[in-house]
């Protein structure tokens, strides 16, 4: 005889596998999406979805040109559904990733990733930061910006911070895990976006143009 807990038991097991094989569907749903898109502007286009521990499914596509060459860019779950669910262009949005990449003659392949911790901590140091204060200085020059390391207590690690110390009510800094940047950096997507999208945010919630 089947008691309650039994039954309930069964009933979330059920949910579970339901929920999992609506998440499956929704990833080759967006796979498929993702490959349309970019059939649209390109002739060649392979795609593969791959998991990243900390963002899940990441999808990473590679277009090529006509004399063959290779160029390859990824994209998060999150950011591709936001996309197609919008109606702005999604398929506009992620052909100008491979426009951008295929100025880069002979072929833009994923970077390779550091291999060891000392590694990581150079590339953070020499390549990471560097680029993106530079990339955030020239963005938003003539104007004073402050963008450098930071130890976040929420995130327990460092983050990359930037902001305009001229705003001096409310909110005038945004910060990121350098995780996130590091990501984006080795999926060939340019990590100070992320950075210039957050601090034009700030300077619309104080109506500054």
Same mark, same amino acid.
């Given at each position: 005889m089947m008691n309650n807990e039994t039954k309930n038991a069964e009933g979330n097991s059920n949910q579970t596998i339901d929920s999992d094989e609506k998440?499956?569907?929704?990833?080759?749903?967006?796979? %498929?999406?993702?490959?349309? *898109?970019?059939?649209? #502007?390109?002739?060649?286009? =392979?795609? %593969?979805?791959?998991?990243?521990?900390?963002?899940?499914?990441?999808?990473?596509?590679q277009v090529k040109d006509?004399?063959?060459?290779?160029?390859?860019?990824?994209?998060?779950? #999150?950011?591709?559904?936001?996309?197609?669910? +919008?109606? +702005?262009d999604p398929s506009g949005w992620m052909a100008s990733f491979f426009v951008e990449l295929m100025r880069t003659e002979g072929g833009k392949l994923l970077p390779k990733a550091? =291999? +060891?911790?000392?590694? *990581?901590? *150079?590339?953070?140091?020499? !390549?990471?930061?560097?680029?993106?204060?530079?990339? !955030?200085?020239? =963005?938003?020059?003539? %104007?004073?910006?402050?963008?450098?390391?930071?130890?976040?207590? =929420? #995130?327990?690690?460092?983050?990359?911070?930037?902001g305009f110390p001229e705003i001096k009510d409310g909110n005038n800094v945004c910060a990121f895990p350098l995780h996130a940047l590091y990501t984006h950096f080795f999926l060939n997507r340019d990590p100070a976006d992320l950075v210039i999208y957050g601090l034009y945010k700030i300077r619309e919630e104080h109506g500054i143009h």
């Open positions: 998440y499956v569907e929704l990833i080759k749903a967006v796979y %498929q999406n993702g490959l349309t *898109a970019l059939k649209m #502007h390109f002739d060649n286009v =392979e795609g %593969q979805v791959t998991n990243k521990e900390i963002y899940g499914p990441v999808f990473v596509y006509e004399s063959n060459n290779g160029y390859v860019c990824g994209f998060f779950l #999150h950011e591709l559904v936001t996309k197609f669910q +919008s109606g +702005s550091p =291999e +060891s911790e000392d590694e *990581a901590k *150079a590339f953070i140091d020499k !390549v990471l930061v560097p680029q993106c204060i530079a990339a !955030v200085r020239e =963005e938003f020059a003539p %104007q004073d910006v402050h963008a450098d390391l930071a130890w976040n207590e =929420e #995130h327990k690690g460092m983050v990359f911070e930037a």
